[in-house]
């Protein structure tokens, strides 16, 4: 079986929102930020152009990792690593392996871990 995409969304100093989605269309993933994101947000996020349609034009702020610029005054991606760490902690130290039709309920416990945790 291949790779399953996540999709992740994270509020500075907040909770965290992760979804396992089967594609990572512009369409989809706007889709994602429309239902979960304030409308008048700032969103941080990659240089990904899926991610932004002309809607969220003037509100976002992108990180270009490939030229390896990583925090951008005060846009960065720190947030949603961090919440991507601790699910790879679980997957290598615990876990070992994440079936796909149990991937959401694995992904939701580590959105608890780090919503309660903190």
């Known amino acids: 079986m291949g790779k399953i995409p996540v999709f992740g ?3 500075r100093g907040g909770k965290a929102l992760s979804i396992a989605v089967n594609e ?3 369409e989809k ?3 994602l930020i429309k239902q979960n994101v304030a ?18 034009k003037g509100y976002s702020c992108r990180v270009n990792h490939s030229a390896k610029v990583f925090v951008d005054n005060m846009a960065s991606t720190n ?8 699910l790879k902690r679980g997957f290598y ?3 070992h392996k ?8 694995y992904v939701d416990e580590f959105d608890f871990r780090w919503n309660e945790g903190n």
């Open 9 to 11: 969304i994270v509020e």
């Open 24 to 26: 990572t269309t512009s």
């Open 29 to 31: 993933l706007q889709g």
């Open 39 to 56: 409308k008048d947000s700032v969103v941080n996020t990659d240089a990904a152009r899926a991610y932004f349609g002309p809607e969220q």
């Open 79 to 86: 947030g949603i690593e961090s919440v991507w760490a601790l």
């Open 93 to 95: 130290g615990t876990f």
């Open 98 to 105: 994440f079936s796909g039709k149990h991937l959401q309920r």
